[in-house]
């Protein structure tokens, strides 16, 4: 016999408030939502891809799709460098270097939305980056036309900046747990700080690494507030905001329940490297 079952369902007390909130907030709106997404939207009939197909034909999902790719690839790329820039020259020896740090975490300290508010003052037509511009004799640039390349590169920029100290507070805290023997060694033998940089500290941060980028991989297919704020929702769309725009503004449950399945399966599929890695640790 099992040894909870001598002891009855009084073991699994203390976690009920938990079941309960995953079956409240997780379990019934993804169960309601795949209903919801099989269901014909003329007949009611179930299953039904009746909600798939219009998905197909919609050219504004498959630039979703694409957004949902390019925006969280080139995001994590300019998160996991800039991370770990800031995170090997804050563990050096320097002058007011926890002021420093508390410095980067500033933009992920602030709420969302006060973040992207003053991003869109400064980047609008005649926001204070074009002011900035024009005091220095340079044409103005239009940040946020939507669908334009630079469009992207900004909300890529403003999205990095924002999350970046996620990935340098992890990198940071990997960086500390290497014994300052290790580079002390290497100092003795006459290596530099770039040297010792790339072939001692890079290296061992590496599962650090690999950890940041899987986990703000998983993070940055959800992004939705950073596009849709800066851009609107067809300025550079993305899978949730795409999901948002079909409910919203077309009333569309069928629609949106679908785009909103598809990301799940999208960030799903990405999280299962995170799970095997963590299986194996």
Excluded: K
Excluded at 147 to 176: K, N, S
Aim: charged share 15%; with cysteine.
């Amino acid at each position: 016999m099992h040894p909870n079952a001598e002891r009855g369902w009084w073991w699994a007390l203390p976690a009920a408030p938990l079941l309960a909130y995953f079956a409240l907030f997780l379990v019934y709106p993804t169960v309601y939502a795949v209903n919801v997404a099989l269901t014909d939207p003329l007949t009611g009939a179930f299953p039904s891809l009746g909600n798939a197909r219009t998905l197909w034909r919609d050219g504004l999902f498959w630039r979703a799709v694409a957004g949902n790719v390019v925006v969280p690839v080139a995001s994590v790329a300019v998160e996991v460098v800039a991370g770990l820039a800031l995170a090997l020259f804050l563990s050096t020896r320097l002058p007011a270097r926890r002021l420093l740090r508390a410095t980067v975490i500033v933009p992920f300290a602030l709420p969302e939305i006060v973040v992207l508010s003053i991003m869109r003052a400064i980047f609008a037509s005649r926001g204070y980056a074009n002011a900035a511009l024009l005091a220095a004799g340079v044409e103005p640039v239009e940040w946020l036309v939507p669908g334009t390349v630079t469009a992207y590169l900004t909300v890529i920029a403003v999205d990095a900046w924002h999350v970046t100290p996620v990935v340098f507070l992890m990198l940071l805290a990997a960086r500390a747990a290497i014994p300052d023997e290790i580079d002390e060694a290497a100092r003795l033998d006459g290596a530099g700080w770039w040297r010792r940089a790339a072939l001692i500290t890079v290296p061992l941060l590496r599962p650090a690494l690999g950890a940041a980028v899987l986990l703000r991989g998983v993070d940055a297919m959800r992004v939705f507030a950073t596009p849709l704020v800066l851009t609107g929702v067809e300025g550079v769309p993305v899978m949730s905001s795409y999901a948002w725009h079909q409910w919203s503004d077309y009333g569309d449950d069928g629609a949106a329940a679908a785009a909103a399945c598809v990301l799940a399966l999208a960030c799903t599929a990405l999280a299962v490297p995170l799970l095997r890695r963590r299986v194996a640790a």
